[in-house]
């Protein structure tokens, strides 16, 4: 944290989480930080991996990412659907924790965003097998161009299991660094009628 950064005036900060959180992503985005819009995802294994945020929903306080129902995540989450996320932004010393309840996609909306991703992206979620051991390398390249070949028969194409998640934020946790250690750290937690209450914590 011995370096310039950003000040933090927490009496200032929106009503909704979700608000400061895309003003902060934006920030990591301007100032440069690589893949600035990836976050740890952990579930209660406990297990943590990194995922790509898809989506915020600042309205209903919701962070979207994607994944296969059939990998372990995918498997966790249904076993006991809650996650927390956390993003780091160097550059700005400044990190987010978001914890809730995880909610699935419509289904027509995730077969809607599963057709934009990139060409590769599909071929590798319909290999899928995700964190399965792999004997051979060779199954790999023979399972991808298979699935390369599927998806150029069927563009439409989407894998069963793939899935769009949501954690419905209960709270949401902004922490920014500063130099002489006196981190300032603003905790939103959401309250019955959807509303939002704030309060500054120790650092
Ligand atoms: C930068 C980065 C982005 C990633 N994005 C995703 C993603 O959006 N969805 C996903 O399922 N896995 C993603 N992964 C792979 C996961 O970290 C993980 O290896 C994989 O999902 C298997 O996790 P599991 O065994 O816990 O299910 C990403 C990895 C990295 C390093």
Do not use: C
Request: aromatic share 10%; proline share 8%.
């Amino acid at each position: 944290m011995a370096r310039p950064l950003p000040a933090f005036e927490a009496a200032e900060a929106p009503e909704r989480p979700g608000e400061l959180f895309v003003s902060w992503l934006l920030g990591a985005l301007r100032a440069g930080v690589p893949d600035a819009q990836t976050m740890v995802l952990s579930t209660a294994g406990p297990d943590a991996r990194v995922v790509v945020l898809r989506e915020v929903d600042p309205a209903e306080g919701r962070w979207w990412f994607a994944g296969d129902a059939h990998s372990p995540k995918g498997r966790e989450l249904a076993g006991d659907p809650r996650a927390a996320l956390t993003f780091y932004w160097p550059a700005l010393g400044r990190q987010v924790r978001v914890r809730g309840a995880v909610e699935l996609g419509e289904p027509a909306g995730t077969a809607a965003a599963f057709r934009l991703l990139s060409p590769n992206s599909r071929i590798a979620a319909l290999v899928g097998r995700q964190s399965e051991p792999l004997a051979d390398p060779d199954e790999f390249s023979t399972a991808w161009a298979n699935a390369a070949e599927r998806l150029a028969a069927d563009p439409d194409l989407v894998p069963e299991g793939y899935t769009r998640y949501a954690v419905r934020a209960a709270e949401v946790e902004f922490w920014q660094g500063a130099a002489d250690r006196r981190h300032v750290r603003l905790h939103y937690r959401r309250t019955d009628s959807h509303g939002w209450r704030r309060e500054l914590t120790w650092p």
